[in-house]
């Protein structure tokens, strides 16, 4: 079965492929936009913090409060890797990578973090993040970015799983959060605005 990427405007998507609609979005943001974001934002109607999870401590978590998995341009690129190579959801939604060698990383062990214990993985949770977007007026700070787009790479694995009603239903929660995020991609690259 192949598997084909969601592109700008297709409404109604049937397979989804992740490392490809990430390469999509990495293409109209450069890894140095993650390194040196633009240095506007509009601060007025920023609403609730999009991923509350990545400020709550988790007592079986080594992770530190609001991660970031990118600071630096080798970080961008690994974080593609770890996308590019094949993750796996386990029964209990928990995601690894499946290659053993990048596993291994140190940096693997925060993607996870990020990934079982930050992003939202419900329909429901995924949906309320996508109204949030939809509702904000600045652009997104890098760490909501990719977040954003990690929660966008698990909505199309797991769309890309589903059958039936469901897959329909994973469907919309991808193409919103796509649109989401090329909506924002749209504004970081318009023209600049005063802080």
Known sequence: QRTHCLAVGLDNP???????????????????????PPQRCLRTGLGAVLFPAAYRPKRSSTLPLNPV??????????????????????????????????????????FRAVCNDVIPKSIPDIR?????????????KKEDF??????L??????????????????????????RALRHDLMRSSGPRASP
Do not use: M
């Open 146 to 151: 990719e977040r954003t787009a990690l929660t």
């Open 14 to 36: 049937v397979v989804t492929d992740p490392a490809c609609l990430l390469q999509h979005l990495g293409a109209v943001r450069s890894p140095e936009a993650y390194i040196h």
């Open 69 to 110: 998995l990118q600071s630096s341009l080798e970080e961008v690129e690994l974080l593609y890797e770890f996308l590019l190579a094949e993750l796996e959801i386990s029964p209990d939604l928990k995601i690894s990578i499946k290659d053993e060698e990048l596993a291994s990383l140190r940096k693997a062990s925060d």
């Open 153 to 178: 790479a698990y909505t199309a694995y797991r769309t890309a799983l589903s059958q039936g009603y469901q897959k329909d239903v994973w469907a919309q929660s991808l193409l919103s959060l796509f």
């Open 128 to 140: 309320r993040l996508s109204a949030n977007l939809s509702s904000r007026l600045g652009i997104l």
